[in-house]
């Protein structure tokens, strides 16, 4: 099986854009197809579906800072029921994320911001692995603060990577318990400027369900959602940039028989003894690659090829 992705166009998008005239830099990024994709193939309840949305848009967000085959690696890991949030996404506007256990439900009050805090914990961590090409990674990690990921994650805009920013994404569901809209905003003072200011006003507008609430029924695009957030209180807009998102997993049957590889020859053997086959299912988008007992065993020879002589 190849990578795996939605075929069918969507209208999430992520635009970028700077304030005219100001060191302050947006980015806004429209979610709903992505992470109704995410919450399908995990058959996820109400909160997982949330908590897959918020960290889904986190990430794209995240994936604009520095240059364009940037991949970005969120991790939220708390102590509530949902066991951890895992979130990969590339400033080209691909994105894929799990939860840990994604059965869990909460009760949603229709056009509210929902509390996550029950859901994800209140102890643990957020931690984010930038890997900017060419093999240059770079990780920090800050302590959960309060469960709702996307203010988490501005904490650790604020405190690992120290850069002022206003953040704040959010999902609505449908009486199905689906995803109805999905949407985030990323307000950023650009390095070495004195843009905190714009930040700390933009993070009065994002507070206490603002976003939600500016949004309004959607959808929306992505400009539209900067216009309707914002509403020019913090000066014009100017847009720079927009692509379109889409889920994408780039796990194949090849990615699958290496990490099956990685089991060593002892461990391969007792698993062609005893049953003759395995499966490996990702854990981003649930695809399943089986392997039979002559592919196991082709798999394990691999593994003990002699190394060819000293140089």
Known sequence: ???????DPSDDEI??????????RIVAVTTTAVAREAARRHQAGTAATIALARGLTAGLLLATLTKDDERVTLQVLGDGPLGGLTADATAAGTARAYV??????????SGARVSLAAAVGR?????VLR???LGETFSGRTAIATGEIDEDVERYLEASEQIASALACDATLAPDGTIAFAAGILVQALPGSDGAARVAAARLLLAGGEFLAALGPG??????VVAAVLGGQLGEVRILDRRPVRFDCPCSRA???????????????????????AEVTCNFCRAHYEFDEAALEVIRRETVKPSGPPS
């Open 1 to 7: 099986m190849s990578r795996t992705d939605i075929s």
């Open 15 to 24: 635009v970028r854009g700077v304030i005219e005239g100001r060191p302050v």
């Open 100 to 109: 840990k256990h994604p059965g869990v439900a909460l009760a949603v009050s």
């Open 123 to 127: 102890n643990g961590l957020v931690s």
């Open 131 to 133: 890997d900017v090409g």
């Open 219 to 224: 959808p929306r695009d992505g400009e539209a």
């Open 255 to 277: 990615r699958a028989g290496t990490s099956l590889a990685l089991l060593g020859d002892a461990e391969l053997t007792a698993m062609i003894l005893d049953d003759g086959r």
